[in-house]
Structures are given as C-alpha cells and as structure tokens.
C-alpha cells in the first residue's frame, strides 16, 4: 500500500512566522513531489512541486526534498492569514498520484 | 487561460439513479485524472486518461462507476444506481503528461439521499 502521510494538525503559527509542513512517503520509486493548498470548500490548488533532492523556492515558498530519508516539506516564510488552508502532500512514480490527508495550517493575525 | 471545468458544481441524486458528471480540461493536456475527495481526507485517485485511452481504472471503487473520454479531450464519470456511501466530492484534473504537475477543475460536489 503506498502512503503518504503528514500531521494533521492544526498547526498554528503567528502572522509574520515561519509555518513547516512536512510530509513522508512509502513508495521508494516516487519521483514527483506537489505540494497543494485547499481552502475550504475549494479544490485543491497547485503551489509547488520538487523532482530533485534538495531545495526548491518560489517566493516565499521553499519544498524540500530528501529522497534516502523518503522526506518532503514546505516552508512558508513570512505567514499570512490569507495562507490559512490544509496543504496536501502528494507523491508519484509510475503509479497514480498518491495523496497525503493534509496538514491544516492556521495563520494567527 | 482556462483552467479545467466541471459540471455541475453541485448534484443532489436519490438513491439508486444515474449520474453524469462531466470535465473539461485544460486545452492542449494529454492527460486526464478523475478522483474522489471524501470530507476531511485527501483525494483518491480514481481513474487516468491518456488522450482517449483508459490507461488505469484501478481506483473505481466499482462497476457501478465508469469513465470516458471518446475524442481525448472531454471526460465524462458515470455512476450507475447511486448509493449513500457516493456522496463525495469528484476532482478532475488533468496535466500536459502523466507525472507532471496536476491541475485541479472546481469539483463537483454529489450528494446521494
């Protein structure tokens, strides 16, 4: 079974902070990492996505990746309320995409 | 440009009918995905579509559920005689190639009383 697991949370950080989702992987032979913002009763919206070991940063986002430790996260610098959301880990190789439960991030003002 | 649509946003089935809902992807991608996204979880991959191909149905949770594609570009998920345990949300998303980033339609929200 592959699975992708993260924290559920809530994970609540003040506004101005830095919020660290992070995410583990079952399948070995993954090879594309997403990172997915859903706010809620919206669907899912795509921030960001890692393909190689290390960092990836796009504004204030940053994934990283760490394929001997099956290790996936983002860091959001600079948190705003308006990043209030569940962030979904998602997973592939050549197999479907697998998709965490998501880790529900609150931005405190 | 215009992302992946899906209609109807919302559909409210009796047990036991048929129903259609159908995608439209982002112009230009080869691949289609649908997936069912229950409350609080994430979503579950259901089927993928290679341009007209059904390349994997693994994740239909039955035969009561079925999905085209006829000329590669609109996909349609069918459920025969809902049942209660249906009622999720459906996601299409679709991509440029199998592998690379997905993108999200708005869902179409289904419930079964």
């Known amino acids: 079974q592959k699975e992708v697991e993260q924290n559920s949370g809530p994970l609540s950080v003040p506004e101005g902070a830095i919020a660290s989702l992070n995410c583990t992987y079952s399948?070995?032979?993954?090879?594309?990492f997403f990172w997915y913002r859903q706010y809620s009763g919206k669907s899912p919206e795509l921030i960001m996505f890692?393909?190689?070991?290390g960092d990836k940063e796009d504004g204030r986002f940053t994934a990283q990746l760490n394929k001997a430790s099956q290790y996936v996260s983002l860091l959001i610098r600079d948190s705003q309320p308006s990043d209030s959301a569940t962030y979904l880990c998602a997973a592939s190789g050549n197999t479907p995409l697998v998709f965490g439960k998501g880790t529900r991030l609150s931005v405190i003002a | 440009g215009a992302g992946v649509s899906q209609s109807p946003r919302y559909k409210v089935a009796k047990r036991g009918q048929d129903v259609a809902l159908r995608c439209d992807p982002i112009?230009?991608?080869?691949?289609l995905f649908w997936y069912q996204q229950a409350l609080g979880q994430g979503p579950e991959f259901l089927t993928y579509?290679?341009?007209?191909?059904?390349?994997?149905k693994s994740g239909l949770p039955s035969d009561r559920f079925f999905a085209e594609r006829p000329e590669g570009s609109v996909s349609t998920l069918k459920i025969q005689r809902t049942q209660q345990e249906d009622s999720a949300v459906y996601l299409c998303a679709s991509s440029f190639l199998r592998g690379n980033e997905q993108y999200f339609g708005p869902g179409t929200r289904l419930t079964v009383t």
């Open positions: 890692i393909y190689s070991n």
């Open positions: 579509f290679q341009n007209e191909a059904q390349l994997d």
């Open positions: 399948d070995r032979g993954s090879q594309s």
């Open positions: 112009s230009g991608h080869v691949s």
